[in-house]
């Protein structure tokens, strides 16, 4: 592996697009694990800034948009304004407060997945697990640097494995598979980057595993 492509799949697989990533997978791979959301995309469509798209798509959309782009540009603000000295945050200190807006930003969208989306249950508590697993990882970057990559996609894997095993998505298999090759990738570029030792990486994996498939296995 060169740095070249360490540098490409941490920025494909950026913390801040897992929402969107397992998303896509579920409304794409397996939309029989959101119960309505057929129903709806067949008769519905979502108006995003003028233009028209299909319910999956503009739900997806705005998953991207409420959870990668606006964290994204505030910490683009805060590293203009010098309170983060790095938009890689490879120090804890550079790690606390984007940490504390992302938990704030994704909190928000989590609440309001209850209040407007209430015949799309699945969703919130797949949106929930996400939040407390970034929550967590918050919380530890205070006083130890873990792998929110490796959380990321350990939450992912958990997701789909629990989705696959307790609501029979045999569509899942493959993605499943596919998500677990590319985190191992994942993890020898955070590793050739001496981005995290392997056990700040292990714990992540196994945090974001562990959080993700309870969640969705006691609420879903």
Avoid at 77 to 85: E, H, Q, S, T
Avoid at 95 to 124: D, G, H, N, Q
Avoid at 185 to 196: D, G
Wanted: net charge positive; proline share 4%; hydrophobic share 55%.
């Amino acid at each position: 592996m060169n740095t070249a492509l360490a540098r490409f799949l941490s920025f494909i697989l950026h913390p801040l697009l897992i929402p969107t990533f397992l998303f896509g997978i579920i409304f794409y791979g397996a939309p029989l694990a959101i119960y309505n959301l057929q129903a709806f995309n067949e008769q519905q469509s979502i108006d995003f800034f003028g233009l028209k798209f299909s319910f999956k798509a503009g739900l997806l959309l705005l998953v991207f948009f409420f959870t990668f782009l606006i964290p994204s540009y505030l910490l683009y603000v805060l590293y203009r304004l010098k309170i983060i000295k790095s938009l890689t945050m490879e120090n804890l200190q550079d790690r606390r407060l984007p940490y504390l807006l992302i938990v704030i930003l994704y909190t928000v969208f989590s609440y309001a997945s209850f209040r407007y989306m209430k015949l799309l249950p699945e969703m919130t508590v797949i949106m929930a697990s996400i939040t407390f697993s970034i929550s967590c990882v918050a919380f530890i970057s205070l006083y130890w640097q873990i792998s929110a990559h490796a959380t990321g996609m350990g939450g992912v894997i958990g997701a789909l494995l629990t989705l696959t095993l307790k609501m029979h998505l045999d569509t899942l298999l493959i993605p499943m598979l596919a998500v677990i090759i590319l985190t191992g990738f994942l993890m020898s570029a955070r590793l050739y980057l001496n981005a995290h030792t392997p056990r700040q990486i292990m714990v992540g994996l196994v945090l974001g595993a562990v959080v993700c498939s309870t969640t969705l296995f006691v609420f879903i």
